[in-house]
């Protein structure tokens, strides 16, 4: 039978005191405390799927960096004013305020793969919108590929990012994020290349080179989607589970204290100190 002890100072003796409490197992002695994860190895089913998370935001990365990039030039190109150049960004930040709350529900209640998908094929349908509001110089086109691929890439990329953290205890979040998060500065090398394949393409069959880059833009997010559908099992439940994924890890006692429903209405009452 498990107690509680507390020793306390004794006069005349030289025994120490000890505010915490510690338990003691049947035998008298204090039980060993529950594991912590700074020190365990990562398992190879965490590593794998942190390295596969990496290489999808390497390449969606390449596509997102095909808006601040073109954007101006777009709507340039489209207006023949420089007034709204800012639009493109201003609508790709719109769009991922939109969809980070519903997508962060629909990945709690169905999992993380699945919107992660979701958010590629709409980043897909988006890029190809894009590319044909060059081709038929619609400035409304441009608006609404741009905000259906910001929808797409913000859902793409918040799920990812929340999945590195669902492969790492609490204590180690930040090392998974961290991880996930480099792949991010090989997207920003991928996206003018992406274009200067464009241009030479462009160049040698007269396509508009604006255009053929957004068509092109499939041919990085399909990768992305290939190594995604390659994560097993989803984050979430690898999140629910944390002992089961990682041998010696003790998750800490849960609070007694009831966890705050968090509705939309309170997150923006709250924001940002929700």
Do not use: C
Not at 21 to 33: I, K, R
Not at 46 to 65: H, K, M, P, S, Y
């Amino acid at each position: 039978m498990r107690a509680r002890a507390r020793t306390s100072a004794v006069e005349g003796e030289g025994t120490l005191s000890i505010e915490a409490a510690a338990t003691l197992d049947p035998a008298g002695l204090p039980s060993p405390p529950a594991a912590g994860a700074a020190r365990l190895p990562v398992p190879g089913l965490i590593r794998r799927n942190t390295l596969l998370l990496t290489g999808a935001e390497a390449f969606v990365g390449t596509a997102q960096q095909m808006v601040p990039t073109l954007g101006a030039l777009m709507v340039m190109h489209l207006t023949g004013s420089a007034v709204l150049a800012g639009i493109g960004g201003s609508i790709l930040g719109l769009s991922r305020a939109i969809v980070s709350y519903p997508s962060g529900r629909l990945a709690d209640l169905y999992g993380r793969k699945g919107v992660l998908i979701a958010g590629l094929l709409i980043s897909v349908a988006g890029a190809l919108a894009l590319g044909a509001s060059m081709i038929g110089g619609s400035f409304p086109g441009f608006l609404l590929g741009l905000l259906i691929f910001g929808i797409g890439t913000g859902t793409s990329q918040q799920q990812r990012r929340l999945s590195a953290a669902d492969l790492y205890p609490p204590e180690r979040r930040a090392q998974g994020l961290g991880i996930v998060l480099t792949g991010s500065l090989v997207g920003a090398i991928g996206g003018p290349i992406l274009i200067s394949v464009a241009g030479a393409l462009a160049h040698g069959n007269g396509t508009n080179q604006i255009a053929l880059s957004w068509f092109l833009a499939p041919i990085a997010l399909l990768p992305s989607l290939a190594l995604i559908l390659l994560i097993r099992p989803d984050p979430r439940e690898i999140g629910r589970n944390l002992q089961g994924y990682w041998p010696g890890y003790r998750a800490p006692e849960a609070s007694a204290k009831p966890r705050a429903r968090v509705t939309l209405l309170a997150f923006a009452r709250d924001y940002p100190h929700v």
